[in-house]
């Protein structure tokens, strides 16, 4: 939801493209536990935790929006990017008025709202494990991230719960008629692309941390390892038992190397290549990649397929009702942030804010 993204979409954005991208793109969680190891705790401990909003009946915290923009750049960087310094004034001004915006919807919660959060949140958290590949490489990326699967559930079942409210408040429904009519008008939406499920075995060429070409000589040993392993899995050797004692990619060695099926532009083109282009159980020749050596073995592969309306009707009802949801929530927001006497303490978002607002205010009829 642009509405709401906080460090737990921050999180399970993270998760969800560490499990797929993290082992051929190179962004490992090892890099991101290294470089990013509770920063919350650090400021904390050298500027203290003040109250930087607060409004009728809630207050927000210093370490809250921390904790939010340390969501967003672990999803950035499990991406292969960097959020531009430039832009983290103006970001952080975002996220603080979306808390804002979620302390106001749960002040209105009913039983019904909470209840609705709370089913949402296992389907979502169900997603996010099976994406994950298992419980133990979850439990590693919410470390990475700094959050606990606990803090990570609550997290979203108030986030959950506050959309359901601002749905309820606005009164917006979509009806059979009009999901239907979107499946119908967009075809290209309901296809399901082709997708490879696959194993690899990575041997990194780069230093997780410094992201820099290790020396020479340890690029000739990894290359000769992994030489060497190819040749065991070629004379019948087990491929995931060779992958959980050796492949360098946390995302995947526990699992015998086995990744989320993906489909194509989700990997590095020179893996993305070789996965497409194996039959199954079919083992690839050592493929380079900038970030190191992979060896990859298909599982399975599904043909691009239509989708039907019946699978696809209760996203497409979610979608239009965001849709629905966003042309009305602005104003309704400002009415409930008037009402609750919000006021921004921390002065430079304070200005953030105030400049934002300039920025999207209507223009004035110009005078005769």
């Known amino acids: 939801m642009k509405l709401f993204f906080s460090a737990a979409l921050g999180t399970m954005l993270f998760a969800f493209s560490s499990a797929q991208a993290a082992a051929a793109n190179g962004s490992t969680n090892t890099t991101l536990a290294g470089t990013n190891s509770n920063p919350e705790a650090a400021i ?6 003040p109250v ?13 929006l921390d904790e939010v923009m340390t969501g967003l750049k ?23 008025d979306r808390l804002i915006q979620i302390q106001l919807l749960m002040q209105r919660a ?4 909470r209840s609705n959060g709370v089913q949402r949140t296992s389907l979502q ?13 979850l439990d590693r990326r919410m470390k990475a991230a700094g959050m606990t699967m606990a803090e990570l559930r609550s997290k979203i079942t108030q986030e959950n719960t506050a959309q359901a409210v601002l749905t309820r408040e606005l ?15 967009h075809p290209a ?18 230093d997780p941390v410094e992201r820099a070409p290790l020396p020479a000589d340890q690029q000739q040993a990894k290359r000769k390892q992994i030489d060497d392993l190819l040749k065991q899995i070629r004379g019948g050797a087990d491929f995931a038992v060779l992958a959980k004692k050796y492949s360098e990619d946390p995302g995947s060695k526990d699992n015998g190397g086995e990744l989320p099926a993906f489909s194509r532009s989700q990997m590095v083109p ?50 239009l009702t965001q849709q629905k949801t966003e042309k009305l929530a602005p104003a309704y927001l400002e009415k409930l942030k008037k009402a609750a006497d919000v006021q921004i303490l921390d002065a430079d978002l304070k200005a953030e804010a105030a400049a934002a607002a300039a920025a999207n205010a209507p223009a004035e009829m110009p005078k005769k």
Not at 44 to 49: I, S
Not at 82 to 87: H, K, S, T, V, Y
Not at 306 to 318: E, N, Q
């Open 125 to 137: 958290m169900s997603n996010l494990l099976a994406q994950a590949g298992s419980q133990e490489a």
């Open 74 to 96: 672990s999803a950035t960087a499990a991406r292969g990017r960097a959020i531009p310094p430039g832009q983290l004034p103006q970001i952080e001004s975002q996220l603080l």
């Open 189 to 206: 939406d309901s296809e399901q692309p082709e997708m490879v499920h696959v194993r690899h075995i990575l041997l990194m060429t780069m």
């Open 270 to 319: 020179e893996f993305e290549a070789a996965a497409f282009s194996l039959t199954n159980n079919q083992v690839s020749d050592v493929i380079t990649t900038a970030y190191g050596y992979h060896i990859i073995k298909l599982i399975d592969k599904t043909p691009a397929k239509k989708v039907g309306y019946a699978t696809v009707a209760a996203r497409i009802k979610d979608f």
């Open 52 to 64: 930087i909003a607060k409004g009728k009946g809630f207050e927000i915290k210093r370490s809250e």
């Open 110 to 113: 009913t039983d019904a709202d």
């Open 171 to 185: 009164n917006v429904t979509v009806t059979d008629a009009e999901a239907k009519q979107f499946y119908d008008d």
């Open 44 to 49: 904390t401990a050298l500027f203290g935790n």
